[in-house]
């Protein structure tokens, strides 16, 4: 959960390589395990499927800019769509906060893996570079 910080809600990431970036990530792609909006229709708010989906464009990649606690078991939550520019604040309910919150760490998640992937391969890449460069002699013991 990462509702205890929620004015930013910007996470923090540390790449192998010892740096960290600020990321703001969102699932882009429907999981297996998604439900289909059709198929949960929520009565009780009216029109609210789930938070992540812009009600505008229909894009998957809406995101809390600004979120705090109304009352007990609601969260006034300022969303904003990155593909339409829909900005948009209402009062959830906690569930539908909670399930926002897991979207996005899901999202989180996914783009931590990336990294690494990527970080693993351009560190591969560069080893491969150096040991070219030693069998080739390019690095000589001048250069040190
Ligand atoms: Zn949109």
Redesign the pocket.
């Known amino acids: 959960m990462s509702l205890h910080d929620p004015h930013h809600y910007v996470r923090r990431v540390v790449l192998p390589s010892g740096k960290t970036i600020e990321v703001v990530y969102f699932e882009d792609q429907q999981l297996a395990s998604a439900t289909p909006v059709a198929a949960t229709p929520a009565p009780s708010q009216d029109d609210v499927s789930d938070l992540h989906v812009?009600g505008?464009?229909s894009?998957t990649l809406v995101y809390p800019t600004e979120w705090e606690e109304a009352g007990t078991t609601h969260w006034e939550v300022t969303l904003r769509?990155p593909?339409?520019e829909?900005v948009g604040t209402g009062i959830f309910e906690q569930d539908l906060v909670e399930r926002f919150d897991e979207e996005l760490d899901r999202g989180t998640e996914a783009l931590v893996r990336d990294l690494k992937r990527l970080a693993h391969a351009n560190m591969e890449d560069e080893i491969e570079r150096f040991t070219t460069a030693l069998t080739e002699d390019h690095i000589v013991p001048e250069d040190f």
Do not use: F, G, L, R
């Open positions: 812009c505008s464009c894009s769509c593909n339409c829909w």
